[in-house]
């Protein structure tokens, strides 16, 4: 047994978190269940995309994740399942403004909320690393404005590495099920009972960048996102 501290405790005050972790793997859940669970559900509005699992689906593992309904839920599913509802919207898988558009309409937030992107793995099957890289960065302020907890899943293993660092920069912290996909110092942490590696912006009483700067090697500002000169 890990004697590592709570993932959630590691994080500290990071507010935006990039998982990096297989899709079908058990770190994944883990780490997605420890990021949704921050705060008492009672006073949690729960905000999703998802493409990985249908509405109806996700909401069920942010529940079980949780221990209990949230106070408010949206989901918006761009799984091609077709499901919708009053806690789920529907939209196509390339329709970056709709996603946008949707997500608008749980602002302003009340109480504490959190945001999962499952998974940019699969969004980025339908649009390319640049506008993917723009979106992200688009979406995580608007979600920062709204004083929203945010994480993304991407699967390290079947994206390319320049992509993963580039992602990577745009965030407070990583996560990962192996410390060998975050090219940064980490620390371990207990995700759900799962031991999984974090690196995050600041480290002990030294504020670095070494998460930015190794992450960014090859894109060294965010003006110039994956596929520009």
């Known amino acids: 047994m890990t004697d590592a501290p709570p993932l959630v405790d590691v994080l500290d005050s990071a507010r935006s978190v990039l998982v990096l972790a297989g899709g ?24 999703a995309v998802s493409y990985d699992r249908s509405g109806g689906e996700w909401l069920a593992h942010a529940e079980s994740a949780m221990g209990g309904e949230p106070a408010e839920a949206l989901v918006v599913d761009a799984s091609g399942t077709g499901e919708g509802g009053d806690r789920v919207t529907t939209t196509g898988p390339d329709d970056l403004t709709g996603m946008q558009i949707a997500l608008s309409e749980a602002f302003p937030i009340a109480g504490t909320g959190v945001f999962c992107f ?39 293993a079947a994206t390319d590495a320049d992509t993963v660092r580039s ?24 995700a759900d009972g799962r031991e999984v590696a974090v690196a995050t912006r600041s480290r002990g009483k030294e504020t670095t960048n070494s998460l930015a700067e190794q992450a960014t ?10 596929g520009r000169t």
Do not use: M
């Not at 090697?217 to 994956?226: E, F, L, Q």
């Open 167 to 190: 992602l990577a920069s745009l965030f407070d912290a990583v996560v990962a099920a192996d410390a060998g996909a975050i090219p940064a110092p980490t620390d371990p942490a207990v």
């Open 24 to 47: 079908l793997s058990d770190a994944k859940d883990a780490a997605c269940a420890s990021l949704l669970a921050r705060d008492a559900p009672a006073e949690t509005t729960a905000l």
């Open 118 to 156: 499952d998974s940019f793995t699969t969004l980025l099957q339908y649009i390319d690393e640049a506008d993917a890289y723009r979106f992200c960065n688009e979406l995580l302020g608007r979600l920062w404005d709204a004083g929203v907890n945010v994480h993304v899943h991407l699967d390290p």
């Open 217 to 226: 090697r090859k894109w060294p500002t965010t003006s110039n996102p994956p």
